[in-house]
């Protein structure tokens, strides 16, 4: 079912026009946008964000934060940036240590896309040699009728575990793991911990620095007792019972080469970066699919992708990044046809200590305190805190190495951690 | 077996308590929020409750209702080492990185024993066996017989994991499942460390997340397993070693009969009361195996109660085992007899492609096709009515009992006269074989694609022979090879999905017996065995190289809450048949799985009806409806 909503909003009204478009009103610290007043933030959102307004959702607006960069990142990228260029192709990156690959952009420059988007791939943020979320939920409802999310899926995710092999500032041995396969980073999803029909589910995926190479996946899957090799052809495609597709995690999750990008300017929209919930916390019916709380103005780029690969589920990506932290603040997907199809919205809030009790950072972090999908032509989400409400930790760790070990890890961000033989010992 | 609780042995208390706890247990499953995990600490609960109903529709016009199984499985997880703490009073950091301890509880009840449905139940011959028209085929079993097989009570598995500190080594203990190899569809070329309980739902039972498949039918032992992460060793990665011992048991493939209607739908040959057709007459059989293998008339055995087996169809005689198609000659848990091993090495080769080595020393088991046999000790001389050498051992020229007798035959319920008994000196041969394989993974980017690969050759198989000359024993010691390749690949099919792809599973099973004869017979569905099928001399031999495919595809709709799926599955010579599976699967909310099933098969250009499709597969279409609570 595709909503009269989302056909009258299509993919005419995206992207460009509203990058360019005057501001039509401006907003202040303090006040409530809702679907009655949203003609305030207009020049200031996308359809999706009015979608999602229209559905009950609410906006507080926040005063603007300035984001700092970790220390020591900000030293790598002050000592390695001026020597990084990018490959004629734009596909590679040369002489990158550590850092921010081009702490300036040029928006005249031919190659801005590109280099904001490997910006993306070596962002200060959550962790730039490894993080973890762990213990969440992933909460899939139907959203049609606008009576509130009517739940059908909860998966209770053990971790999500990232270990970075190049480009590391914090964690040795730096600049760069022992590496002869030339990897980028391994990825680590799981062990579900319910339903009980996917209970003990986890996933292994090793992407490589070479554009070239494919990433390899596995999956171990419970009702087979078996770890199972996974195409990685079609990230596009969501997976399970809920609305993410791999390539969307973060905002963006594939490979930077994958993707012809566009840079379509920059431009002030709201976003939340310091958001005030820790967890973050679900907006009342109907508008339950989404987040409430605070969101200020953020100077973003706007960055079309259109993928390389064929079969792509998605006609393009048009993603929002912010310009210090170079944390997507949201994204719109359109399909095919170039109708709106599903959005992306990230929250987080950047703070010392994610709650009282839990462990105190010497620098602020970019607690990523969840995200909500939304696909706008079903009228169907996925909503992830993380942590999640009942979870008695922060939910988080940064840069941890060994020391992040959960009851789903007990080796921490290891590259011992991240193989199949592990998938093999845990499997249940 | 525990014999179900009821009021029936005065257990009206234990019954009441037992429905208290119940409802106790559904509200507190029912209060939580959705999905919320049911955990103390480091302790967790998870299972789910289940009832599954099949209709079994061999036409149009005919159904029968062959199973009401309502199932409980229950999780417990207790975290026992974490963050170097053994349950948080012990510190055990210098050593165990962590320890954990599972344990899955299954419980069935089948109450298709109490609903006792009428007299549509066939077996696998077409036939309903005479009177059983009249009795019904569980109608016909006493009620107490039928409760006491009602209730399974069965400690799936319990087993510690830990992860040594300082080692790259991880053990589980316990009681486990072995599952290696890569093919998944219905090839258990490696998977077969451990038999499968067909009491279950015999094999074709799929299914599609959760606890379903093989992972239900595998018969779980009491194991020590280790693995060995070695890491990178130079252009290889991921590199491993997995080792098991099972020391203490062995289970062969568990099979039963009807009155299971859900199981093998054919009645016990070795069943006991049941009238048998030999030179010179008709004789009982008694239902007592000669384990020691004498085949010597009457053996050594004493005491034989003769007279008692013949009047309540069992075998209660001290000293003689009682058949249950299942034990061998050796001693289920001498580990001198029955101790298995296995080890494989693991690593992703140079191009990203996977690998592994696989050796088992194992006993011989009767679902991995072809192996396993029914052995007779020696040459008896003697030939049935139907022209087999050597079938049975006559003991009717001493049997005690006065010749010429009228004997009903439990299970058929048809009245015979018979001329003595007779007893079988057989032995179910399961030896120890040599089990030799390797696995291959590969993704594919051009047609975006996995191949799975997976080959194993068994050394010193047992295969049944009729080549009596060269086999007195019916037992030829052979080698066998069984291979599977397959190709997964997600597919975008827009017009029917926009959203997800199709996952497309699609799979080549081959069997190959190098040292063939055509006397050699498969199992389960033998042209020896009497009257089965019509062609026997092309049906059901053991073929020299045999084919099967299957293809599965599914994808999910309505962000993921509804999941249909289809299978099709074709044995292109040992018995031409093809199967079609059709599943569709909705989630109405975190706790509640609802699936319907329709399975269908043919035979090579005949109906859906014909009497003479693979044993075990005819007259099988079904309509199974299952609903799931999960917690």
Not at chain 2, 522 to 536: L, N, T, Y
């Amino acid at each position: 079912m595709i909503s009269r909503t989302v056909r009258f909003l299509g993919g005419a009204l995206a992207g460009l026009v509203l990058l360019s478009g005057p501001a039509l009103a401006d907003v202040s610290p303090g006040e409530i946008i809702t679907k009655d007043n949203m003609d305030k933030i207009k020049s200031l959102v996308t359809p999706s964000i009015e979608w999602v307004l229209r559905h009950g959702g609410k906006i507080e607006i926040g005063e603007y934060k300035p984001v700092a960069w970790p220390r020591r990142y900000k030293e790598a990228t002050e000592k390695y940036a001026g020597q990084v260029r990018l490959s004629a192709d734009g596909l590679q990156l040369e002489n990158h240590v550590a850092g921010m690959p081009f702490p300036k952009i040029d928006p005249n420059d031919p190659q801005a896309a590109l280099k904001v988007m490997w910006n993306y791939e070596y962002r200060p943020y959550p962790g730039s040699d490894d993080f973890v979320e762990y213990d969440f939920p992933a909460i899939s409802m139907d959203i049609s009728g606008g009576a509130g999310g009517k739940v059908d899926r909860v998966f209770q995710i053990g971790d999500s575990r990232r270990l970075y092999y190049n480009g590391r500032v914090a964690v040795d041995p730096k600049p760069e793991l022992p590496n002869p396969k030339g990897f980028r980073f391994q990825d680590l999803l799981g062990p579900l911990l319910g339903p009980y029909d996917l209970k003990g589910l986890g996933g292994l995926t090793y992407r490589y620095i070479d554009a070239s190479k494919q990433d390899d996946t596995f999956l171990y899957l419970p009702s087979l007792r078996r770890v199972r090799r996974l195409s990685t052809a079609q990230r596009s495609s969501a997976l399970f019972g809920q609305d993410a597709d791999p390539d969307s995690y973060w905002g963006y999750a594939g490979h930077i080469a994958w993707m012809d990008w566009k840079f379509l300017g920059e431009k002030e929209m709201l976003g939340v970066l310091h958001g005030k919930e820790f967890p973050m916390k679900a907006c009342p019916p109907p508008a339950d699919f989404m987040f409430c709380d605070v969101w200020e103005k953020r100077q973003v780029y706007a960055i079309e992708g259109v993928s390389k690969l064929p079969q792509y589920a998605y006609g393009k990506r048009l993603i929002f990044l912010d310009k210090e932290s170079y944390i997507v603040t949201y994204e719109d997907i359109f399909d095919k046809a170039g109708q709106l199809w599903k959005v992306w919205i990230d929250h987080y809030t950047m703070r010392k200590q994610g709650k009282p009790g839990t462990p105190l950072y010497d620098e602020e972090q970019a607690f990523y305190t969840g995200f909500t999908m939304i696909d706008m032509q079903v009228e169907h989400a996925t909503y992830v805190p993380h942590p999640g409400p009942e979870t008695a930790s922060d939910g988080w760790y940064f840069n941890g190495g060994a020391d992040s070990a959960t009851p789903g890890t007990p080796d921490g961000s290891v590259p011992g951690a991240f193989t199949v033989p592990k998938l093999i010992a845990r499997g249940q | 077996m525990p014999r179900l609780v009821c009021c029936r042995v005065g257990g009206c208390k234990t019954v009441a308590r037992s429905v208290i706890a119940w409802l106790a247990l559904a509200g507190m499953l029912l209060a939580r929020e959705a999905g919320a995990r049911i955990s103390y600490g480091p302790v967790s609960l998870s299972g789910n409750l289940e009832t599954q109903n099949i209709l079994r529709v061999p036409d149009v016009d005919q159904w029968s209702f062959v199973q009401q199984r309502n199932t409980f499985r229950l999780e417990y997880e207790h975290a026992l080492v974490q963050k170097g703490s053994l349950l948080g009073m012990l510190d055990v950091s210098s050593f165990l990185r962590q320890a954990k301890l599972l344990t899955y509880y299954r419980v069935v009840y089948d109450s298709i024993f109490d609903l006792a449905p009428g007299p549509r139940l066939e077996a696998a011959d077409g036939s309903r066996g005479g009177a059983l028209d009249d009795i019904g085929p569980i109608r016909g079993v006493p009620r107490n017989e039928r409760t006491d097989v009602a209730l399974e009570n069965n400690l799936r598995e319990m087993y510690l994991d830990f992860d040594l500190r300082n080692l790259p080594v991880s053990f589980r203990l316990g009681k486990q499942q072995i599952v290696w190899g890569n093919a998944n569809l219905n090839q258990r070329a490696l998977d077969s460390v451990n038999a499968l309980d067909l009491t279950w739902h015999f094999n074709i039972e799929s299914g599609l997340l959760g606890r379903v498949g093989f992972s239900e039918l595998r018969r779980t032992a009491w194991t020590a397993k280790m693995l060995v992460n070695f890491g990178d060793w130079g252009p290889l990665g991921n590199v491993f070693l997995e080792a098991y011992d099972i020391p203490f048991e062995f289970h062969p493939t568990k099979v039963r009969f009807l009155p299971h209607p859900w199981s093998f739908a054919g009645r016990n040959p070795f069943r006991g009361g049941q009238v048998i057709p030999v030179q010179g007459g008709l004789v009982n059989l008694m239902p007592c195996f000669d384990f020691t293998g004498n085949p010597a008339i009457n053996s050594d055995v004493t005491g034989i109660d003769f007279e008692s087996s013949l009047a309540t169809g069992k075998c209660p005689t001290p000293g003689l085992q009682v058949s249950r198609a299942e034990q061998g000659l050796f001693d289920q848990n001498d580990p001198f007899d029955v101790n298995q091993v296995g080890a494989r090495v693991g690593a992703l080769l140079p191009y990203s492609i996977g690998l592994t080595l696989n050796y088992m020393y194992r006993r011989a088991i009767a679902d991995v096709s072809g192996t396993g046999a029914v052995r007779q000790p020696a040459a008896t001389g003697f030939t049935s009515a139907q022209g087999q050498a050597n079938f049975v051992h006559l003991f009717a020229s001493d049997n005690p009992l006065t010749p010429t007798r009228d004997v009903t035959d439990p299970a058929t319920g048809e009245t015979r006269t018979v001329q003595g008994v007779i007893r079988i000196p057989i032995e179910f041969y399961m030896p120890y074989v040599h089990v030799f394989g390797v696995t291959l993974d590969y993704f594919e980017e051009h047609i975006a694609g996995v191949i799975n690969a997976e080959m194993a050759w068994s050394h010193n198989n047992p295969i049944v022979s009729n080549n009596i000359a060269e086999d007195p024993m019916a037992v030829r010691r052979t080698d066998m090879v069984l291979a599977a390749v397959s190709l997964d690949r997600p597919t975008w099919i827009t017009p029917l999905n926009k959203g997800r792809v199709f996952d497309i599973q699609s799979q080549l099973n081959v069997g190959w017996q190098p040292f063939h004869d055509d006397l050699f017979v498969g199992s389960p569905a033998s042209k020896s065995i009497p009257g089965q099928f019509r062609d026997e001399v092309s049906v059901d031999e053991l073929e020299e190289l045999t084919l099967l495919t299957a293809i599965v595809v599914n994808t999910t709709y309505w962000g993921g809450s509804v999941i249909p799926a289809v299978a099709w599955v074709s044995d292109w010579t040992v018995a031409p048949l093809m199967r079609w599976d059709l599943i569709l699967q909705y989630l109405p909310n975190p706790w509640v799985i609802l699936e319907t099933q329709f399975r269908v098969g043919w035979t090579n250009g005949r109906t859906a009806d014909d009497r003479f499709r693979q044993g075990f597969l005819r007259r099988r279409d079904e309509l199974v409806l299952k609903a799931t609570y999960q917690f």
